[in-house]
């Protein structure tokens, strides 16, 4: 069955940084476009930036434009988010997110908290 897990989130003070990480199972990955969601209390998730199959073609929320970075690893069947200059409101869990051809898939989130 498709699994994604998340790992690497916790609390980092503002401009600080962080790696996410979504390991990846049961489809075929390296075919796959995958993107980052996050949901801060209150709020609807949103998206954060998606990635193509590849990784040649990346896109990101107005929000994060230049401080995120998405990439892929396909032979470890792994993605990721880079983030640097974290700001306060970049406090939410963050989702790993794959739309298959008959469902949408979720990770269980993994928490960001930006606190000083």
């Known amino acids: 069955q498709v699994q994604l897990v998340e790992s690497g989130g916790g609390l980092v003070q503002p401009e600080g940084s962080l790696r996410l990480s979504c390991a990846a199972s049961?489809?075929?990955?390296?075919?796959?476009?995958m993107s980052w969601y996050r949901q801060a209390p209150g709020k609807a998730r949103e998206l954060v930036a998606g990635?193509?199959?590849?990784?040649?073609?990346?896109n990101y929320a107005d929000s994060v434009k230049g401080r995120f970075t998405i990439t892929r690893d396909n032979a470890k069947n792994t993605l990721y988010l880079q983030m640097s200059s974290l700001k306060l409101e970049d406090t939410a869990v963050y989702y790993c997110?794959?739309?298959?051809?008959?469902?949408?898939?979720w990770g269980q989130g993994t928490q960001v908290t930006v606190s000083s």
């Open positions: 997110n794959w739309k298959g051809p008959f469902n949408v898939y």
């Open positions: 990635i193509s199959s590849t990784g040649t073609s990346t």
């Open positions: 049961g489809f075929t990955f390296s075919r796959a476009a």
